[in-house]
């Protein structure tokens, strides 16, 4: 049964345009969310994370939102650039970290 | 400055064979991680330790063992590889008192025939 659920295998979007990519969660005793970014051929790069107790966290280009009621949370890139193009993992934790599949973020020029 | 270094970053092996998968950080973290990915699929955790000295096992940790060396190296070791080993493996490591891993090596991309 997955705890963490990216639904969207893969995404495109227009270079400048923002990217939004979706995870559901199953898990309430999770309490603290992250993303990361891999390349191919290269480890997962941490992104970004947030704490249960807040509903947004913002770093730059991206932005994470949390929807406890909803078991759901989002990474904004805005604007995104032909170096987002990668693979983005969310992950969830109480006191191990569950991983998401992933979503392929394809930036169009 | 090279965080995480994990080797080989390659190796083909016959089922029954034994491995050690190395790893080493150079950021005196505390904690380091073993994980697994397979396609299609996220990373799922084998072995972690959060101190020199101890170890803990995460999701999948059958049919490995691992040893924190010292501060420095945590290894990866498969006693008798099987088939449904093949995958890709990553070690981290991190600071954080959670288990969250920071920081990913490369990889080691592990086929058993």
């Known amino acids: 049964d997955q705890q963490v659920k990216q639904n969207s295998p893969s995404l495109s979007v227009q270079e400048g345009r923002i990217s939004i990519l979706n995870c559901d969660y199953t898990n309430s005793m999770f309490d603290y969310f992250l993303w990361y970014k891999k390349y191919p051929a290269e480890g997962p790069t941490f992104l970004i994370s947030?704490?249960?107790?807040?509903d947004k966290n913002e770093d730059g280009r991206f932005t994470v939102f949390l929807n406890k009621s909803a078991k759901h949370l989002s990474l904004h890139i805005v604007p995104s650039q032909p170096g987002d193009s990668a693979v983005y993992f969310c992950a969830a934790s109480d006191d191990k970290i569950i991983f998401g599949k992933g979503t392929r973020l394809h930036i169009l020029p | 400055n090279a965080g995480v270094t994990q080797t080989p970053k390659f190796q083909v092996l016959k089922t029954g064979q034994s491995m050690t998968l190395q790893c080493a950080q150079d950021?005196?973290?505390?904690?380091m991680y073993w994980y697994r990915q397979d396609p299609g699929m996220g990373l799922r955790l084998i072995y972690y330790s959060a101190s020199e000295g101890t170890t803990d096992k995460g999701e999948v940790p059958n049919g490995y063992n691992v040893s924190r060396l010292n501060k420095r190296e945590f290894s990866l070791r498969l006693e008798s590889a099987a088939p449904s080993q093949t995958s890709v493996y990553f070690c981290a490591s991190s600071n954080e008192e959670r288990i969250q891993p920071q920081h990913f090596g490369d990889g080691t991309r592990l086929s058993i025939l």
């Open positions: 947030i704490s249960s107790i807040k």
């Open positions: 950021m005196n973290h505390n904690s």
